[in-house]
């Protein structure tokens, strides 16, 4: 008799079930298995917020292979993520199996583990708990208020802003920070400001650069030299002066290594370093943490990835400070290890930060068996993980103070790297490379009262610069620091601002699309407490104190759906012209910014005499003239992003290079489908002939395109590997509708994120196997042994053989139809599809598939005795003479 664990992927279930053996059987949940019905009621705040929850075809289908699989087992062990929504899923699973009446008899156990290592995984299952319910209730309050914001928010916004999408309770706020730093940006004035540098020169002929920090006696502050006739002064004083060491001052310095990885950190860093977005980062630490084979094995390669801890375990330490050892030899070991404390004021996870599994377990021993972008992540988590417990780096650094005696002081500094200690192998950001010049830089020998030479004195012009757009690691950052959000909801946060066009990236930085703009300006508006970032923060801290059971649930959502309800009730009677003054007032600088001829940026360009502002139509916003309907002048908004070309293609083209074994030019070019790279050009001589092209994907930044990146879409499909228990080939390219992945007839798109050019095993049979739960494969037909299957489509279960289509009946099941059902029913009522572009061809086609399909129902026919003519009701008519041809009209005469 086996007993039931039930995890969240099938990749998983596989792995554990090789640690447990055949006493349990591992089953995949397939992440969520129900959710709240996207519609109205699924929340109802008057029945003390009731929750409706509802489970979709997939979640049906693999609760009900847990229930048949638990008939005669004495224990179900939920082992889902060890997180909240992995305590959530489970808390569903028992909910849906108890509905089923198929717990009777069961003892239902909770199990979690923050790695997939076979001794990690017995020690969890020797040690079950119940249910926590309080991390429950956070994910139910969370959960709701989402939903309420959601739902509530989003039909205001439809009636009073036109055009625009949903509202988010996280996601608003984050577009509220983006909005209001490309603000920032616009507002920017940048100010003047110069700098003078001397080279000097020590009595020994060394030279060494130096600035100046005090003019005329006085420090010099940014902008005291603020034009070129004052930089000018302060250099031909430095020129003329004599300059002597007036003080020498050295000091060592220590610099600690960073903590471990937590979500937020890993993001930004593999944003920094290795240009990931935040949920491919996530996904393809997904991929890590779940494992991959080594040695006949399936190893988890990293700890639990959503976690806001930064302690490690005891004995991970002890490994760590052994293979530091080993490596670089015990210079490079602290003497006590090292420990990290959350700077986070409630970390939401009770678990440790993200580590190797196995610290042995070397990036360029396993590099050999990831994907690229596997390998460079696990990299980046391995060398973070030992460089956290190295010993700090030691810097010698050195301040020189030169003065003439008349008033001016020069500065020269200079460090030099006396221990690398962590520096040797990790440096946490990619300004690290300025750094090691500076680290290296060494002044020459100098002793107080040296007389110097002046070699050389420039002064450089310099202009302020306004604050940067945000990144993915930026935003980030900055969510984590105000306190919004939690590791779980970065990623889907940055992804849903996308998704509804509300921002996009442009050299990896957030620009606000028009319409992203205008929702946070009625938003700000009309709803400023919602999208306040300390109401956010003191929320996310209120679920907090939800899961450590400090405070009900109910309690937060009443106290909150009591000040929301009525906000938006005051909404009801809000008047359009209300709304377009508001967002005018916000948005004038943006929309109307000033003309450099000096006239009036509101002026209608047509009229003269009108001024333009906002309206608001069926369709959304648009720039009008006041003077309608006399003036009829309009302006679009860029409300979907526009279509931004890249300026760097100059006359529709960009050389990339050359190919490594034709010759042949790789050309980005711009045609009228979008952006697409080619390999040569046309033959003059040859018309039929044409050049081998592939087009970008969605996502793809023309600008950052490489050689590489083209031969890589140039060589589509390409082999990702074989199906390790079926051994058919799994390829990826690009096709009609986008990339996708594919084994044998099944096709799999990928997702945003997911890369064509790199995407692994794992991943690729991941979606695969998504796939294959709507299509079923039935048996070979009897006729000519080609495939028949039965699929799920947009209007219901049908059947396909070849060309030929019949919908399934009404109540069938796709899992318990026949090969033989299926045969009959395309004998009957098969339907062939039509190619597009070719519904003119369909009739002797369909004509050939029905006789093909149905021998028997033609030989039924061909059998049967003809039918009677039946009589004419009325004698038919005689034909109708034929009229003369009617004379042609003379032409009309033109009208003055």
Not at 533 to 543: P, R, S, V, W, Y
């Amino acid at each position: 008799m086996t007993d039931i664990v039930v995890v969240e992927s099938p990749s998983k279930a596989k792995t554990i079930n090789k640690y447990l053996g055949d006493s349990y059987k591992v089953l995949a949940s397939f992440g969520h298995v129900r959710d709240l019905p996207p519609k109205d009621g699924s929340v109802r705040p008057d029945e003390d917020f009731a929750m409706s929850w509802e489970a979709d075809e997939r979640g049906n289908k693999h609760m009900g292979e847990i229930a048949r699989a638990l008939k005669g087992a004495k224990t179900l062990y939920l082992a889902t993520d060890p997180d909240r929504e992995g305590e959530a899923i489970s808390w569903h699973v028992r909910a849906m199996l108890e509905d089923k009446n198929a717990l009777k008899g069961v003892n239902v156990l909770r199990v979690t583990f923050n790695e997939i290592t076979k001794s990690a995984v017995k020690t969890a299952m020797a040690h079950p708990r119940e249910l926590d319910q309080p991390l429950i209730e956070a994910y139910m309050a969370r959960r709701a208020l989402d939903y309420l914001v959601g739902f509530t928010l989003s039909p205001v916004l439809w009636r009073k802003l036109p055009g625009s999408k949903s509202a988010g309770r996280v996601q608003s706020v984050s577009l509220r920070l983006i909005c209001e730093r490309e603000a920032e940006i616009e507002v920017f004035k940048s100010r003047e400001y110069w700098t003078i540098e001397a080279g000097m020169v020590t009595p020994a002929g060394a030279p060494f650069p130096a600035r100046l920090t005090h003019y005329q006696g006085k420090k010099l502050e940014q902008f005291d030299l603020g034009g070129e006739a004052k930089a000018l002064a302060a250099k031909e004083a430095v020129k003329s002066g004599s300059f002597t060491v007036a003080q020498v001052d050295k000091k060592r310095t220590k610099r600690n290594p960073p903590p471990p990885f937590i979500t937020s950190t890993l993001q930004q860093e593999a944003s920094r370093k290795l240009g990931f977005s935040s949920q491919q980062t996530m996904r393809l630490a997904q991929q890590l943490y779940e494992g991959i084979d080594i040695g006949g094995e399936t190893v988890g390669l990293i700890t639990y990835m959503r976690t806001d801890g930064v302690q490690l375990a005891k004995e991970a330490v002890t490994a760590i400070r052994a293979q530091i050892k080993s490596d670089f030899g015990p210079d490079y070991i602290p003497v006590a290890p090292r420990e990290y404390i959350s700077k986070a004021k409630n970390a939401q996870e009770a678990h440790e930060a993200i580590r190797p599994t196995d610290i042995g377990l070397k990036p360029e021993r396993v590099g050999r068996m990831l994907s690229s972008e596997q390998a460079r992540l696990y990299e980046l988590i391995y060398k973070r993980a030992m460089a956290c417990q190295m010993s700090a780096a030691e810097l010698d650094q050195t301040a020189v103070d030169m003065t003439d005696g008349k008033g001016q002081t020069l500065r020269a500094t200079g460090s030099v790297l006396a221990f690398d200690g962590f520096l040797k192998l990790y440096h946490e950001d990619q300004d690290d490379a300025s750094s090691d010049d500076e680290d290296s830089r060494l002044l020459p020998p100098i002793a107080k009262g040296d007389p110097l030479k002046t070699a050389k004195v420039d002064a450089s012009q310099h202009f302020t610069q306004p604050p940067p757009r945000y990144s993915e690691a930026s935003l980030v950052k900055k969510m984590e620091e105000l306190g919004i959000g939690r590791p779980s909801t970065y990623a889907s946060i940055l992804t849903v601002l996308r998704d509804r066009n509300y921002v996009r990236l442009e050299a990896r930085r957030f620009i606000p699309e028009d319409r992203g703009r205008l929702v946070t300006a009625f938003l700000t508006s009309f709803f400023s407490r919602y999208v306040d970032t300390g109401f956010t923060a003191a929320l996310e801290e209120q679920l907090d104190e939800i899961a450590e059971g400090k405070m009900r649930w109910r309690d937060v959502l009443r106290a909150f759906w009591d000040d929301f309800s009525a906000a938006v009730a005051q909404t009801k009677d809000l008047k359009i012209s209300d709304v377009i003054d508001a967002l005018d007032a916000d948005l004038g600088p943006h929309f109307f910014p000033p003309r450099e001829d000096g006239t009036d940026p509101r002026s209608c360009p047509a009229c003269g005499a009108g001024r333009i502002g906002l309206k608001l139509g069926r369709f959304g916003s648009f720039i009008g003239c006041s003077n309608y309907p006399t003036c009829q002048y309009t302006r679009k908004l860029a409300i979907d992003g526009g279509d931004n070309p890249d300026e760097s293609l100059k006359d529709g083209m960009r050389l990339l290079g050359k190919h490594p074994e034709t010759g042949e030019d790789i050309t980005l070019k711009r045609g009228p489908y979008g952006l697409y790279v080619q390999q040569g050009e046309p033959d003059p001589a040859d018309k039929k002939a044409k050049p081998k092209r592939s087009s970008l994907t969605k996502g793809m930044d023309p600008e950052a395109l490489t050689l590489e990146d083209a031969l890589g879409l140039l060589s589509l499909p390409r082999l990702i590997g074989l199906h390790p228990e079926s051994g058919q080939k799994i390829e990826a390219g690009v096709g009609r509708f986008g990339p996708y992945v594919k084994m044998g007839a099944i096709f799999a798109s990928l997702d945003r994120d997911d890369d064509v050019l790199h995407i692994g095993l794992n991943r690729a049979m991941d979606l695969i196997g998504k796939k294959q739960d709507s299509i079923r494969s039935l048996g070979d037909h009897p006729k000519d042994g080609a495939p028949v299957v039965a699929r799920k489509g947009r209007f219901g279960p049908y059947a396909q053989w070849g060309n030929v289509v019949a919908n399934l009946p009404r109540g069938v099941e796709l899992g318990d139809f026949t090969l033989e059902q299926a045969v009959a029913l395309l004998a009957e009522k098969g339907k062939v599809i039509v190619p597009k572009g070719k519904k003119g061809a369909a009739k002797k086609p369909a004509a050939k598939a029905k006789a093909k399909a149905a021998p028997a129902v033609k030989e039924a026919k061909a059998k049967a005795p003809p039918k009677a003519k039946a009589k004419p009701k009325h004698p038919a008519k005689a034909p109708a003479k034929a009229k003369p041809a009617a004379k042609p009209k003379a032409p009309a005469k033109a009208k003055a």
